[in-house]
T-cell receptor
């Protein structure tokens, strides 16, 4: 079956620090990969996605590259802001299915 | 903008009560989903629906049922609430036409349910 493994949180960084949140996956077939973000008190929002190997998804300064050889989709940002404090979820979907498989989420706390 | 609304942000119920969680979307989406979110477990799919009156079990359907009488509304029902159903419940919807990676899911703000 499909599964997603994320690094344990919380991750605490100072503003302007470099961010990496690791995500690896196991899937049948060729999945599409997603990062969702959940700000405090809100539902999840799609942050970025990549649909095939070597694709790079990017949005709001965040990037993630679909690495088939290492089955990874690590989230990176060069300079985090306090407003990036949230929970980040890695997820995948296979084929034409509508069901997402989520990781456990990683809480990011950015301080001044 | 797609809007997914949930009937309550916070709900407190007693063990054995019947609980209804309502979700409404305003974008004529085919698919609707119910998840529960627990620390350390991420989001787990309870049920989803791909059309009016159609439903499919997700990964953890035990103790829950759903109803979709109208396209825009998807209800989650706890027939007899138990303390282990204390959780955050998230509803989502997606267009559903193509499925797969093109079919972005849009989430509501969640209902935090406490069962005493």
């Amino acid at each position: 079956g499909n599964s997603v493994t994320q690094m344990e949180g919380p991750v605490t960084l100072s503003e302007e620090a470099f961010l990496t949140i690791n995500c690896t996956y196991t899937a049948t077939g060729y999945p599409s990969l997603f990062w969702y973000v959940q700000y405090p008190g809100e539902g999840l929002q799609l942050l970025l996605k990549a649909t095939k190997a070597d694709d790079k998804g990017s949005n709001k300064g965040f990037e993630a590259t679909y690495r088939k050889e290492t089955t990874s989709f690590h989230l990176e940002k060069g300079s985090v802001q306090v407003s990036d404090s949230a929970v980040y979820f890695c997820a995948l979907i296979t084929g034409t299915a509508s069901k997402l498989t989520f990781g456990t989420g990683t809480r990011l706390q950015v301080t001044l | 903008d797609v809007k997914v609304t949930q009937s309550s942000r916070y709900l407190v119920k007693r063990t054995g009560e019947k609980v209804f969680l309502e979700c409404v979307q305003d974008m004529d989406h085919e698919n609707m989903f119910w998840y529960r979110q627990d620390p350390g477990l991420g989001l787990r799919l309870i049920y989803f629906s791909y059309d009016v009156k159609m439903k499919e079990k997700g990964d953890i359907p035990e103790g829950y049922s759903v109803s979709r009488e109208k396209k825009e509304r998807f209800s989650l029902i706890l027939e007899s609430a138990s303390t282990n159903q204390t959780s955050m419940y998230l509803c989502a919807s997606s267009l559903g036409a193509s499925g797969g990676a093109q079919d972005t899911q849009y989430f509501g703000p969640g209902t935090r349910l406490t069962v005493l």
